[in-house]
């Protein structure tokens, strides 16, 4: 086992001869979240995206599946996957993708979670897709990017209750 305490001569001349970013350690994500509700269903499995460049695709495993079972093969207008050696979805992709940066894993695969394979797709360009495949049906995206407006997805009770809190900050009266 490696033993190397941090005021040894082979940790001072990794710190004064490696560049900083190689003794970085493990950081926190901080990218933004990826958004759930710009995606859909299909009978293959769900999707997610943003808008930038990463679509996820996630295709429900069958019990006792593991990685060398599936085969994902991704070119830069299709892909096709592979579970044990049928099948599971092929076709043309709804838009270009950059295939040496897409990748798939498996997740879930321990635990009482249902495995999935989890397919990460990098767009060649940016902007929303209606769906995965061309062969998928389409959804609207025409108000992705929408900004949401609290006080219009609020209820009758809730628009109320706000009303009056903003009259008591000003010391306004309101009417019941």
Known sequence: AWNFKPNTRIHKYLHTHLPPHTMSGITADVSDPMPTDKGGT???GRWLQDKEETVLVHIPLPEGCIGRDVKVNFSKKSME???FGMSVVKGELF???DVDESVWQLVNDKGDAKAELEITL???SPGW???VFL???AIDTSRFDDVPNIIGQMKEHELQSSREMVARMFGWETRG
């Open 95 to 97: 838009d270009g993708i």
């Open 81 to 83: 996957v592979t579970i």
């Open 135 to 137: 062969q998928d049906a």
């Open 42 to 44: 299909c009978p293959w």
């Open 122 to 124: 990098q767009k060649r």
């Open 129 to 131: 897709w209606n769906r």
